[in-house]
Nanobody, 123 residues
Framework: QVQLVESGGGLVQAGGSLRLSCAAS????????MGWYRQAPGKQRELVAV???????NYADSVKGRFTISRDNAKNTVSLQMNSLKPEDTAVYLC?????????????????WGQGTQVTVSS
């Protein structure tokens, strides 16, 4: 199995910055896509930013130019630098990893989630 642990959420005023980090551990053969989603109360979970192992990125239109994703493949970590935060960025942010897992019989692909970290932006 694979465990994802997030850190770095909190309360910040509009216009401020936060940095989220996520570390993956467990029976990891490789992590393919890794990144961040968010879910606000009463809303569906949405992609924020993800990065492939090759460095390709995909951002939600709402965060382009404000958020930057980075990744350390050797350490199985991903970070999200969030600048110019807005109240509408308030949500639980969840780390996600599409992972090839080492198993006794044969490796398999799985999607894993962290427990989430709260980001609250006050106006």
């Amino acid at each position: 199995q694979v465990q994802l642990v997030e850190s770095g959420g909190g309360l910040v005023q509009a216009g401020g910055s936060l940095r989220l980090s996520c570390a993956a551990s467990g029976s990891i053969f490789s992590i393919n896509t890794m990144g961040w989603y968010r879910q606000a109360p009463g809303k569906q979970r949405e992609l924020v930013a993800v990065m492939t192992s090759g460095g390709s990125t995909n951002y939600a239109d709402s965060v382009k130019g404000r958020f930057t994703i980075s990744r350390d493949n050797a350490k199985n970590t991903v970070s999200l630098q969030m600048n110019s935060l807005k109240p509408e960025d308030t949500a639980v942010y969840l780390c996600n990893a599409d992972t090839t897992v080492v198993a006794v019989r044969s490796n398999y692909d799985g999607r894993f989630w962290g427990q989430g970290t709260q980001v609250t932006v006050s106006s």
